[in-house]
């Protein structure tokens, strides 16, 4: 499983303000490392920082070299540092079956 969640180098960042039209959390990265993830555009991910852990809607830049990210809105997490992006997982856990 470590080979699609491999370390991204934090490169830019981005903070907006309340009155900006675009705004909340934000992970930009190129679409080979989205694909690895088996994220698309427009979906959520979780970005795992060195001090917490947060759901960021994905865009696919592909300007951006492979390994790279750039976040927008992401709390604790500040540029050249290495985070995570994964898929989160959303369906309910499977229960057994009632006899």
Partial sequence: MAWFNKPMLV????????DDEDRGPLVR???EDAAM????EGELAWVHGPRR???ATVQVDDTLQRGTVVLRDVA???VS???RVTKPELDP???????
């Avoid at 856990?93 to 006899?99: E, L, T």
């Fill in 11 to 18: 490169v830019g960042f981005l903070a907006t303000r309340r």
């Fill in 29 to 31: 990265m190129s679409g």
């Fill in 37 to 40: 993830r088996q994220l698309s």
């Fill in 53 to 55: 852990q947060e759901l």
């Fill in 76 to 78: 604790g997490i500040s």
């Fill in 81 to 83: 540092e290495i985070v």
């Fill in 93 to 99: 856990p499977s229960r057994p079956p009632v006899a």
